[in-house]
C-alpha cells in the first residue's frame, strides 16, 4: 500500500470527521450487541421457566416484552448511528476525490508541451476519472467498512471471550486461515486490476481518438477497420477484467465456508458445553447470533481487499503523473519588464522525441515596437522560435532575453500575461463564441469582444449567425468556417491587447481581400507595439520593418521586403512564384 500513503495528507486534512466517524461507528455497533444478549437472556429465561414448575408466567411476560422493547429501541439507535456513520465516512471520500482530481488537473496544468506530446489524452482523461473512482472507492467505503469490521470484531470478540473463552477460541480458528487467503488473493487481485486500469486507458484513447477523427475515418471509408481494432481492444479489456474477476470470485464463497466451519464448531462445541451444564442455552444462542453477525464482515473483509488492492494499482498510475516534473519551471521574478525588446543569443533547440534540431546557434534582435516577419520552409524552426517566446520551450542551448533579462527569469504568468499568441492551429472551445474570445482576456465587455471581432474582420460573420456572439460551437470549433476558426483566435488574442503579438501562419485559410483587412487594422491597433508574424504568403509580412528566412533553424536572408525581393535567393523566389500564382 506504498502508493496509498500519498493519500495520507487528505486523511490528516479530515481527521476531525474520520475520527467522529470511528466514535460514531463504535457507537452504532455497541448499540447491535444488545440484541443478541437479550435473545440469550429471554431464551434461558424461558427455559429456566419451562424447568420450574412454579415457574411465574407473568414475570416472564414481562422480562420478555421489556427484553422485546430494548432490542427494538437499540435496532433503531443502530440504525439511525449507522446512517450517521455513512453519512460521516462516505462524505469525507467524496471530499478527497474533488481534491485530489483538483491536484490532478493543477499537475496537468503545470506540466510542459513535452509531456503531452508524450501521453495520450484518453489516458490522461482515464487517470483523473476512473482511477481517482477507484481511490475514492477506498477512502470511503473500504475505510468505514474497516472500521466498522475492526470495530464489531473487538467489541464482539471482547465480549464473547468474557464470557465463554474456550468456546470464543473455538470459534475464531478459522480466522488466521482467512488471514493467509486473502493476503494470498491480493497479490494476484493488485496485478490483475494494474492490468484493467492499462487497458481502460488504451480502450479510451482509441476511443477518444475515433470520436475525434471521425470525418477522416468516414472520408477513407476505415469505419469497418476502426470497429474491428475497437473489438479487439474490447476484447483484450473483457479478458483482463474476467481474469480479475475470477479472482475476486473466489473471496465470497471462502468466506461463507469459513462462517459455516464456525458455526458448527459453536453448535459441536456449544452443545457439549451446555450438556455438561458450563454454559446456558441462551449462551450457545448467543454465540451462534455472534458468528452470523460476524458473517458480513468477515465476508465484506475480501471485497475491501479486492478495493484497496484495485486502489493501490490506480493511485500508482496517478503519482506516475503527480511525479512527473515540468521542463518550464518559474524564473525569481523580474521587477523592471517596461522594455520589450527580444534577443537570441546562439539559441538552439533539439527535440528528443525526434532527434529534430529545430534551431541551430540562432543570433537574433527584435526591437521593442516593431513588425518581424518569418518565412522559411516547412520544418525550418518558424513554430519553435514563437513556442520559445511564449515559453512553452526553453531552448536547449544559448539563451533568449526579453528586455535585456533572461526569459528563465520570468514567472511565466507574468511573461504570458504580456503576450497574445495565435497559433497555427487555432483551437476553439465548445463554447459560445463570446466566451471564446474573451478567453483572452476574462473581464472583457460585450463591446470589447465587438471592437476585437471587428478588428479581426470576424464580426459580419458572427453577426449572421442566429445568435450572434452568444452561438455555441462545436467541438474544436468545427460549426465555423477554417478561415472564421483562424479569425475568431486572432480576436482572441487582440482583446488582450498584449505588448507582444505572435501571429503563426494565422491567415492561411483566409482570402487576400480578409488578409488586408486584418493586416491593416493590425498596423493600425499595434503601433508601437511588438508584432511577430509567421507565413508562408509573403503578403501578410510585406510591411514588416524586418524581416528573416529561416532553414534549418539558421537564418539565410534577412532585411526589409524591397530589399529581399530584389535578393537572389529563397525570399526572390517565393515572392516570383506567388506573383505568377496570383496573375494566373
Not at 79 to 98: A, D, K, P
Not at 507 to 535: F, G, Y
Request: net charge positive; proline share 3%.
Amino acid at each position: 500500500m506504498k502508493a496509498l500513503l500519498h493519500l495520507n495528507k487528505y486523511l490528516y486534512k479530515y481527521r476531525v470527521k474520520i475520527s467522529l466517524g470511528i466514535l460514531i461507528t463504535i457507537v452504532a455497533r455497541i448499540f447491535s450487541l444488545f440484541a443478541p444478549r437479550l435473545i440469550g437472556n429471554s431464551i434461558t429465561a424461558t427455559e429456566q421457566f419451562l424447568k420450574t414448575p412454579t415457574g411465574d408466567l407473568e414475570a416472564l411476560k414481562e422480562t420478555l416484552l421489556i427484553n422485546i422493547a430494548i432490542i427494538i429501541g437499540t435496532a433503531l439507535l443502530s440504525g439511525f448511528f449507522t446512517f450517521l456513520m455513512r453519512q460521516t465516512l462516505i462524505n469525507v471520500s467524496r471530499y478527497i476525490e474533488f481534491d485530489l482530481k483538483n491536484e490532478i488537473f493543477e499537475q496537468y496544468l503545470r506540466l510542459s508541451q513535452t509531456f503531452y506530446k508524450n501521453n495520450r489524452t484518453g489516458d490522461l482523461m482515464n487517470r483523473i476519472s476512473e482511477d481517482v473512482g477507484k481511490v475514492r472507492m477506498y477512502v470511503g467505503p473500504a475505510i468505514m467498512y474497516s472500521i466498522n469490521t475492526v470495530a464489531l470484531f473487538v467489541i464482539v470478540i471482547s465480549y464473547m471471550v468474557s464470557i465463554a473463552p474456550q468456546l470464543t477460541l473455538y470459534t475464531i480458528i478459522p480466522l488466521p486461515l482467512l488471514s493467509y487467503i486473502i493476503y494470498k488473493l491480493s497479490k494476484i487481485i493488485n496485478v490483475r486490476s494494474t492490468k484493467v486500469q492499462e487497458n481502460l486507458s488504451k480502450l479510451s484513447s482509441f476511443t477518444q481518438e475515433s470520436f475525434s477523427g471521425i470525418s477522416v475515418l468516414k472520408s477513407y471509408n476505415l469505419q469497418a477497420q476502426n470497429s474491428a481494432d475497437f473489438d479487439i481492444l474490447s476484447k483484450e479489456s473483457l479478458d483482463k477484467n474476467m481474469a480479475l474477476v475470477r479472482v475476486q470470485a473466489w473471496f465470497y464463497p471462502l468466506m461463507i465456508l469459513l462462517i459455516g466451519i464456525s458455526n458448527l464448531l459453536v453448535i459441536f462445541i456449544g452443545g457439549k458445553q451446555y450438556i455438561a451444564d458450563e454454559i446456558t442455552i441462551g449462551v450457545l444462542a448467543e454465540f451462534i447470533i455472534y458468528v452470523n453477525m460476524l458473517t458480513w464482515p468477515v465476508a465484506v473483509v475480501g471485497w475491501i481487499t479486492s478495493i484497496v488492492q484495485q486502489a493501490e494499482a490506480s493511485q500508482e498510475r496517478i503519482n506516475d503523473f503527480l511525479k512527473e516534473k515540468p521542463d518550464i519551471i518559474d524564473g525569481p521574478g523580474v521587477a523592471n519588464q517596461s522594455n520589450a525588446d527580444l534577443e537570441f543569443e546562439k539559441v538552439s533547440m533539439y527535440y528528443r522525441e525526434t532527434q529534430i534540431k529545430a534551431l541551430d546557434q540562432l543570433q537574433l534582435k527584435i526591437k521593442s515596437g516593431t513588425t518581424l516577419g518569418i518565412v522559411g520552409a516547412v520544418g525550418s524552426g518558424k513554430s519553435t522560435l514563437l513556442d520559445l517566446i511564449a515559453r512553452l520551450y526553453d531552448p536547449t542551448e544559448g539563451t533568449l532575453f526579453l528586455g535585456g533579462h533572461p526569459l528563465k527569469n520570468f514567472k511565466r504568468t507574468n511573461l504570458r500575461a504580456r503576450i497574445g499568441y495565435v497559433p497555427q492551429n487555432a483551437f476553439l472551445f465548445s463554447e459560445t463564441i463570446q466566451n471564446n474570445i474573451i478567453f483572452g482576456k476574462s473581464d472583457a465587455t460585450l463591446e470589447e469582444v465587438k471592437i476585437a471581432a471587428k478588428n479581426a474582420a470576424v464580426a459580419a460573420n458572427i453577426e449572421g449567425f442566429e445568435k450572434g456572439y452568444q452561438t455555441i460551437l462545436g467541438e474544436r470549433g468545427v460549426t465555423l468556417s477554417g478561415g472564421q476558426k483562424q479569425r475568431v483566435s486572432i480576436a482572441r488574442a487582440l482583446i488582450k491587447d498584449p505588448e507582444i503579438l505572435l501571429l503563426d501562419d494565422c491567415l492561411s485559410a483566409v482570402d487576400t481581400d480578409t488578409e488586408e483587412t486584418i493586416l491593416k487594422n493590425l498596423k493600425k491597433i499595434r503601433a508601437n507595439k511588438t508584432t511577430i508574424i509567421v507565413s508562408h504568403r509573403l503578403s501578410s509580412i510585406i510591411d514588416a520593418d524586418n524581416i528573416i528566412v529561416l532553414d534549418k533553424g539558421k537564418i539565410i536572408q534577412q532585411g526589409q521586403h524591397k530589399d529581399l525581393v530584389n535578393r537572389p535567393g529563397y525570399y526572390q523566389e517565393l515572392f516570383q512564384k506567388q506573383q505568377a500564382e496570383k496573375e494566373n
